[in-house]
């Protein structure tokens, strides 16, 4: 029984130190948060109406985001499928950047 709960211990610290995805670092990169702001904006002018909200995937796929770009933020978000990163607006400001984590799962 002490083994039992040792490895359980042993893997629960395991699962707590892996990555979970999260905005922090990617908020904290205002490099790269200018150039989601400047693609969503851009997406916005071509669609004519301000979204409510908008992932970053469906940026990257229309070309708006590059692919290193996207990457960086694959890499600090720890979110695979940018899908799962989204934008909420207010006055065609991006306004808050969160995770959706169910979305995260890798693209392929």
Request: glycine share 4%; aromatic share 2%.
């Amino acid at each position: 029984m002490k083994n039992v709960f040792i490895s359980g211990f042993a893997l629960l610290l395991l699962l707590a130190c892996t990555d979970s995805p999260s905005v922090d670092d990617l908020i904290d990169n205002t490099e790269l948060m200018s150039v989601i702001q400047k693609a969503a904006q851009r997406d916005v002018s071509n669609v004519g109406m301000i979204p409510i909200a908008l992932d970053v995937g469906s940026l990257a796929i229309k070309k708006l985001i590059s692919n290193s770009d996207a990457d960086k933020i694959r890499e600090l978000t720890n979110c695979p499928n940018l899908s799962g990163v989204e934008l909420t607006f207010a006055r065609d400001r991006v306004t808050h950047v969160k995770i959706i984590a169910s979305n995260c799962v890798d693209e392929g």
